[in-house]
């Protein structure tokens, strides 16, 4: 892969899109920068103290999801290789980009997952029995749906990736990027984060 390129990844909210940020800042190939309260935050390629420091955080058991959900600065007209960009629900791809897109095949894990997150379709919303089940109808009707974005470079599924470690070499290898242990623990504790929904789902 052109290692010229900046890393992209796109998907759709619910899909695992954070996590593969932190597991591929965890290789020590990329940077990125975030806004935390009107102050910038970077983290270089390679500090893995700031990265362990900041996925913990972010994925702490017992906060809900979103409550510390960080978000990169976007740069899509930065021509640094080593920025990591991330773009949930985007209407394009960042250009000049290895454009990667982690997907859930199930619409019914999806509909599950970003009802237990609070995210997507039910984010800020009064979650109620009846909100759920037109939601629920919604989804099962559009038969247009899917959680892949569209004209990406490289595609995986997510429950997949997470529960099969041949899936995540395949990544690193397609990225020409180191697979260290650093990013299997963070596959450890983000797979332990979804205990509950491993009983009803493909986590």
């Not at 920025?83 to 290895?98: G, K, S, V």
């Not at 379709?121 to 959680?147: A, H, V």
């Not at 997510?158 to 299997?184: A, G, K, Q, W, Y």
């Amino acid at each position: 892969m052109d290692s010229s390129k900046r890393t992209a990844i796109n998907y759709m909210g619910g899909c695992g899109g954070h996590f593969v940020h932190y597991f591929l800042l965890a290789s020590g190939k990329y940077s990125s920068d975030y806004v935390i309260k009107n102050y910038k935050v970077s983290i270089d390629a390679g500090n893995y103290k700031r990265i362990k420091q900041q996925f913990y955080v972010q994925f702490d058991k017992s906060r809900k999801w979103l409550d510390r959900e960080m978000w990169p600065v976007r740069y899509n007209y930065d021509k640094n290789s080593s920025r990591l960009l991330l773009n949930c629900n985007p209407t394009e791809l960042a250009p000049d980009a290895i454009n990667l897109c982690p997907f859930i095949r199930d619409r019914k894990d999806w509909f599950r997952t970003v009802l237990y997150k609070k995210t997507n379709i039910f984010r800020g919303k009064k979650i109620d029995t009846s909100l759920i089940r037109k939601k629920y109808t919604d989804l099962m009707n559009d038969t247009e749906f899917s959680t892949k974005i569209q004209g990406c470079d490289y595609y995986f599924e997510i429950t997949d990736f997470v529960n099969n470690l041949s899936h995540r070499s395949n990544l690193c290898e397609f990225l020409s990027i180191p697979h260290n242990d650093l990013m299997e623990e963070f596959v450890m504790h983000y797979n332990n984060c979804h205990k509950a929904l491993g009983r009803k789902t493909s986590w």
